[in-house]
């Protein structure tokens, strides 16, 4: 097996076109959050590219962009505006590319914008040039108070949770419409209740609860081989979310391993067996996998692959992605053989890793992603019975596209 990847097995499905497109925007960030995987990491590969996106750059990854749409007929999109701090590269640039995107792609399709922001830079002008052009905002927190948040602090020190939790509130107050929700990286040493209500009083539409980014090389923080820490946090907040369904927001994790028990069609990066269909581009013009590859060695997102020599179809054959898109076939012999394949769907790629072996283990999550679905699963049968009507079981009407989940943030830092 190589370092990199596991070769797609010949029966494997694909490829499947790309349908969320991350785009750096800005490759530099106004914090200096002490976890930070992306610039505290092992990659640093950002380093040596230009600080925000060039026009030229912005132009062509849009024709790229909308090329692939046509070529493939695709009917929707997902154009997540990134960074670094998207907002670092003006509202104004981020509304001017998201039209050329919306301009190219056939009426038939549809694209959903969403910026991903540390909610530090947001005021009340930006937020109008954003909801003007359709423009969703996400934003990355580690919970609702100041405590919560102490290590995002600036590059002098200084907590950014002020700062944060005024935009937070602006776009709860003016611009509910553009508010898609906040992404949030379960930290075992915090109480989950509390976590998850303090986010509640943000009165986010919607959360994303990721694991932080960890493999078998470099742990997780408080991870421990025979324990369930990350799982036992989120069947406490999953059971306080159960007991409220839809009334007080969605959680995209809740529902999509609810709608995956069901045998439902659902997938998140980190649940489920449905290909993975995001790519990332950067400041350069580089194509890229998405940034949790590079928690896990220096250049693991590269393709070699860049906007004006390359095609998006090009970069459907790159090995890493081709691996990404072999659903079960591709997964270590242990997860084929587990009865909640079906629902892990191996866990995300990048906690698959173990240097000098690649990508083709169980997940470092696997027993909190078993104690979790299991749980899940109790909740559900509990149900059936008669517990809890079937009618009240909150599983996804429609997909959260409007709250990223390939964002850096995916268990890092926005």
């Known amino acids: 097996m190589s370092e990199k990847y596991a070769p797609a097995p010949p029966e494997a499905a694909g490829p499947f076109p790309f349908r969320q497109f991350i785009v750096k925007a800005h490759g530099r960030c106004n914090l200096a959050c002490r976890y930070c995987y992306l610039y505290e990491g092992p990659d640093r590969t950002w380093r040596t590219r230009p600080a925000?996106?060039?026009?030229?750059?912005?132009?062509?990854?849009?024709?790229?962009?909308?090329?692939?749409?046509?070529?493939?007929?695709?009917?929707?999109?997902?154009?997540?505006?990134?960074?670094g701090e998207p907002l670092l590269a003006g509202a104004t640039t981020l509304a001017r590319f998201t039209g050329l995107v919306r301009d190219g792609v056939p009426d038939s399709c549809t694209v959903h914008a969403t910026v991903q922001t540390n909610a530090t830079l947001l005021t009340e002008e930006r937020l109008a040039v954003l909801a003007r052009h359709d423009i969703r905002v996400g934003i990355s927190l580690d919970g609702g108070s100041a405590d919560h948040n102490a290590l995002r602090v600036d590059r002098t020190g200084r907590p950014s949770w002020p700062a944060a939790a005024r935009g937070a509130r602006l776009i709860a107050d003016r611009f509910p419409e553009s508010y898609a929700g906040i992404l949030t990286v379960v930290n075992p040493a915090t109480d989950p209740v509390e976590t998850y209500e303090s986010l509640l009083a943000l009165r986010p539409p919607a959360l994303d609860l990721l694991l932080p980014h960890g493999n078998w090389s470099a742990p997780p923080p408080r991870w421990e081989r025979t324990g369930a820490s990350y799982?036992?946090?989120?069947?406490?907040?999953?059971?306080?979310?159960?007991?409220?369904?839809r009334r007080e927001t969605r959680v995209r994790l809740f529902e999509e391993c609810v709608a995956l028990l069901l045998g439902l069609p659902a997938a998140t990066e980190s649940l489920g067996l449905a290909p993975f269909d995001a790519v990332v581009v950067e400041t350069d013009g580089s194509i890229e996998q998405v940034d949790s590859l590079k928690s896990c060695y220096e250049g693991a997102a590269e393709t070699g692959l860049d906007v004006f020599r390359h095609t998006f179809d090009e970069a459907l054959r790159h090995p890493g992605v081709a691996a990404r898109q072999a659903g079960a076939a591709a997964l270590a012999a242990d997860c084929r053989a587990c009865p909640l394949l079906d629902v892990?769907?191996?866990?995300?790629?990048a906690?698959?890793?173990?240097a000098g072996e690649g990508f083709g283990n169980p997940s470092v999550y696997c027993a909190d992603l078993q104690r979790f679905i299991r749980h899940v699963a109790g909740r559900l049968a509990g149900s059936a019975a008669g517990a809890v009507p079937v009618s009240a079981i909150p599983v996804p009407a429609v997909p959260i596209s409007a709250v990223p989940s390939f964002a850096s943030r995916e268990g890092g830092t926005p």
């Open 52 to 83: 925000a996106a060039p026009p030229g750059v912005l132009a062509r990854t849009a024709s790229r962009i909308t090329e692939h749409a046509r070529t493939h007929g695709l009917t929707a999109l997902s154009l997540v505006l990134h960074g």
């Open 351 to 354: 906690h698959r890793y173990r």
């Open 344 to 349: 892990c769907g191996g866990g995300h790629y």
């Open 231 to 245: 799982g036992d946090w989120l069947c406490a907040v999953f059971d306080r979310w159960w007991r409220a369904g």
